[in-house]
């Protein structure tokens, strides 16, 4: 699992850890981290260009003492101080020690220092910036043309939310210390942040204080389901598929490719699109309704191509088994129905849906993904996926963390995509996946399918559905690599 961790949980362990070692030990195995990193960038450190973008705060310092490391191997390193009364002064002297330059941001050779480097090194704020960049670290930040790396993470975005209210720092990587902060999980600022890597420096931080968590291969492969000597279809699960209309049929096809991928052994399907169904996949079973006629399933998936057709919600949402809400069944569903439900809820909006649940503009969701899918999450008392370029999953429970999901691809923006998620999650469910675990396993395999099938061109969503099956075998694989 990777790990985030919010500033005041960073801050303290901090402390905690400072209190414990010498004085600026912390900041020099911060400093030993991101110097190796950068030498790695550079490839040859000897006779290379690096130019300090340093602010005013501990950033500035990791920047400056990492800038020396490089500066006794031969780099030539240029310092540019944004702040240059409050720049960190052993840092500073550590620098000049090792043959550096220090030039304050305003000097009119700086932004030519930034444009020659090869190498710019981002340490304007740290964990405790507020805001976007002020305009000179703006103006200079955009001179850069060697590669980028920030310190600890892109100066100017929200390390809590992965929120980017004003400029910000395009980093090519960032090399981050002790534990990884939300934002660098997050869009818009993930996309700030470039390749990741982070440093151990020593931080003790307890399970339970985790932000933010995102599955790797292992946990994916540690939780889906197997079938043992003893399963039958009905044991492995079976998950029911309330989709399409005379309008979408489509949806139900591919939220019946989703879920007989999904580790269910059976898929029922319930609705009007029961001849596309079979046409495309006979060994889904059909019937014509209403869903509480439709036979026993340990998962409900309702939604995808439903049009304004609410029938089929009141028997499912009645049912004690878990339910996922998707697409038009979103609109469809009452919000205090769904909170009195003994059983789970799961539901699955992209951004405008998210965005009409909770009475606010597309944009305002996309700017605040962490804040809108745990406000859902409450307001709903269910588990809540909110779909994007990075795929959020918060649990009802608010002081639990929150998932993001990073395998996805810009080619899963393609119509019908999300119907497949929907009935691979609900396939998870039936197969007895925790909501959470559904939500997060379904998104991971998803995105990765996308990625497998995609392969740098265009995709359908029936080749997502398609490459499920390779997706999986990924991940199993992998875990014995
Ligand atoms: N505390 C520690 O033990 C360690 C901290 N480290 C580094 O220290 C950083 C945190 O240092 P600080 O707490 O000094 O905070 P920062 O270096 O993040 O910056 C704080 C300073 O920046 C100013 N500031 C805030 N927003 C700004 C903006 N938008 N534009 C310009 N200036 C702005 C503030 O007035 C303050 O003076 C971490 O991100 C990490 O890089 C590392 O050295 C590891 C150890
Ligand atoms: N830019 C992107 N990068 C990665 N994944 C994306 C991006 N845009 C959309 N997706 C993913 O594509 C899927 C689209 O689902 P959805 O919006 O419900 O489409 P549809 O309703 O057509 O099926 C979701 O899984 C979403 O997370
Ligand atoms: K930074």
């Given at each position: 699992m990777r790990l985030a961790h919010d500033v005041e949980t960073v801050r303290s362990a901090e402390r905690a850890l400072m209190a414990r070692l010498p004085e600026g030990a912390l900041m020099q195995r911060a400093a030993a981290g991101l110097a190796t990193a950068c030498a790695d960038l550079l490839?040859?450190?000897?006779?290379s260009r690096v130019t300090l973008l340093v602010g005013s705060g501990d950033n500035g310092g990791d920047a400056l003492y990492a800038g020396a490391r490089l500066a006794r191997r031969g780099a030539g390193v240029t310092a540019l101080l944004l702040s240059p009364d409050r720049a960190h002064a052993g840092g500073l002297a550590a620098l000049r020690a090792a043959g550096g330059t220090v030039l304050d941001?305003?000097?009119?050779n700086a932004t030519e220092r930034v444009g020659r480097a090869d190498l710019v090194v981002d340490?304007?704020?740290?964990?405790g910036g507020k805001g976007g960049l002020r305009p000179r670290a703006a103006e200079l930040a955009d001179a850069a043309r060697g590669t980028v790396v920030a310190v600890d993470l892109p100066s100017?975005?929200?390390?809590?939310?992965?929120?980017?209210r004003g400029a910000a720092v395009r980093a090519d990587a960032t090399v981050t210390f002790g534990t990884y902060k939300p934002g660098l999980l997050i869009d818009p600022a993930r996309e700030y942040a470039g390749a990741l890597r982070l440093v151990d420096i020593g931080l003790e931080l307890a399970?339970?204080?985790?932000g933010l968590e995102a599955l790797q291969y292992a946990d994916v492969a540690a939780l889906l389901p197997r079938p043992t000597g003893e399963s039958d279809k009905y044991r492995r699960g079976v998950v029911g598929i309330v989709a399409g209309s005379a309008r979408y049929p489509g949806a139900a096809v591919l939220a019946v490719a989703g879920a007989l991928h999904g580790g269910a052994g059976a898929v029922r399907y319930v609705g009007p699109a029961a001849d596309a169904v079979l046409a495309r996949f006979p060994e889904a079973l059909v019937s014509a309704g209403p869903p509480a006629k439709a036979g026993r399933v340990q998962s409900w998936v309702i939604g995808p191509?439903?049009?304004?057709?609410?029938?089929g919600l009141h028997d499912v949402l009645a049912s004690d088994v878990p339910v996922l809400i998707d697409a038009d069944g979103l609109r469809l569903a009452d919000p205090a129905t769904v909170r009195d439900r003994a059983a789970p809820t799961v539901l699955t909006p992209h951004a405008g849906e998210a965005a009409a649940l909770l009475g606010v503009t597309r944009e305002q969701v996309e700017t605040e993904r962490l804040a809108s899918v745990r406000e859902l999450a409450a307001r709903y008392d269910a588990t809540v996926l909110l779909k994007g370029s990075t795929t959020l999953i918060s649990p009802p429970d608010e002081t639990r963390p929150a998932r993001v999901n990073p395998?996805?691809?810009?080619?899963?923006?393609?119509?019908?995509s999300g119907d497949v998620l929907s009935g691979l999650t609900g396939s998870l469910l039936a197969a007895g996946l925790a909501p959470l675990d559904a939500a997060s396993v379904g998104a991971h395999l998803h995105g990765l399918a996308a990625r497998h099938a995609a392969d740098g061109a265009p995709i359908s969503a029936q080749d997502v559905a398609g490459a499920l099956r390779s997706a999986w075998q990924d991940v199993t694989e992998n875990l014995f690599a």
């Open positions: 490839g040859k450190v000897y006779g941001a305003q000097d009119r340490g304007i704020v740290g964990i100017g975005v929200d390390a809590d939310t992965g929120e980017v399970p339970a204080e985790t191509g439903l049009g304004d057709d609410p029938s395998t996805g691809s810009p080619w899963l923006a393609t119509a019908g």
